[in-house]
């Protein structure tokens, strides 16, 4: 059973523009929502949370929010450039090790 | 820090086969995660532990075992490979259950 999806494979946006990507989840028990970046050939790395407590969380040109009732979370990104171009995984967990995570999107960046 | 590491970057085994995933980190962090990515899927938890001599399974456990004699090892055994465990293989840690550090991930192929 896929609990964390991520609907769209690809998105693909402009330079500056801003890049949304979003994430839905069918757990209402998950607690704590990731969103990870993944290059080709290396592992996830860490780039923004959210607890259930809240529903917006900045960091930089990164913000994350969370709309508990529908269950959904969306990654901003503003503005877009070239180097975010990679796969982001949305991620949950349930205040256990067991973490969920999505299929992916993969962003595109174009100059 | 060399943060996580993992070896081998590649492999192919044959049907039958047994091979260990060798997963270390250097950052004294007590919880350590086993991944597996497949083509267009998320990554699904195949075993964790919370500290030494302690291990859980996660989403997907069957056809593998894991070890963690020592806080910084945490190797996966796989003892007769099949092509259903050809994947990508990720190694993770962290402090909490939350911010995992990811390795750079072993590909794996069994024919």
């Known amino acids: 059973d896929q609990q964390v999806k991520q609907n769209s494979p690809s998105l693909s946006v402009q330079e500056g523009r801003i890049s949304i990507l979003n994430c839905d989840y069918t757990?209402?028990?998950?607690?704590?929502f990731l969103w990870y970046k993944k290059y080709p050939a290396e592992g996830p790395t860490f780039l923004i949370s959210?607890?259930?407590?809240?529903d917006k969380n900045e960091d930089g040109r990164f913000t994350v929010f969370l709309n508990k009732s529908a269950k959904h979370l969306s990654l901003h990104i503003v503005p877009s450039q070239p180097g975010d171009s990679a796969v982001y995984f949305c991620?949950?967990?349930?205040?256990?090790?067991?973490?969920?995570f999505g299929a992916g999107t993969r962003l595109t960046v174009k100059p | 820090n060399a943060g996580v590491t993992q070896t081998p970057k590649f492999r192919i085994l044959k049907i039958g086969q047994s091979m260990t995933l060798q997963c270390t980190q250097d950052?004294?962090?007590?919880?350590m995660y086993w991944y597996r990515q497949d083509p267009g899927m998320g990554l699904k938890l195949i075993y964790y532990?919370?500290?030494?001599?302690?291990?859980d399974k996660g989403e997907v456990p069957n056809g593998y075992n894991v070890s963690r004699s020592t806080t910084e090892d945490f190797p996966l055994r796989l003892e007769l490979a099949a092509p259903s465990q050809t994947s990508v293989y990720f190694c993770?840690?962290?402090?909490?259950?939350?911010?995992?550090?990811f390795g750079p991930g072993t590909r794996l192929t069994v024919l």
């Open positions: 950052m004294n962090h007590n919880y």
């Open positions: 991620a949950a967990s349930e205040s256990n090790n067991d973490m969920r």
């Open positions: 993770a840690s962290d402090s909490s259950y939350n911010e995992q550090f």
């Open positions: 532990s919370v500290g030494a001599g302690i291990t």
């Open positions: 959210i607890s259930s407590i809240k």
């Open positions: 757990n209402s028990m998950f607690d704590y």
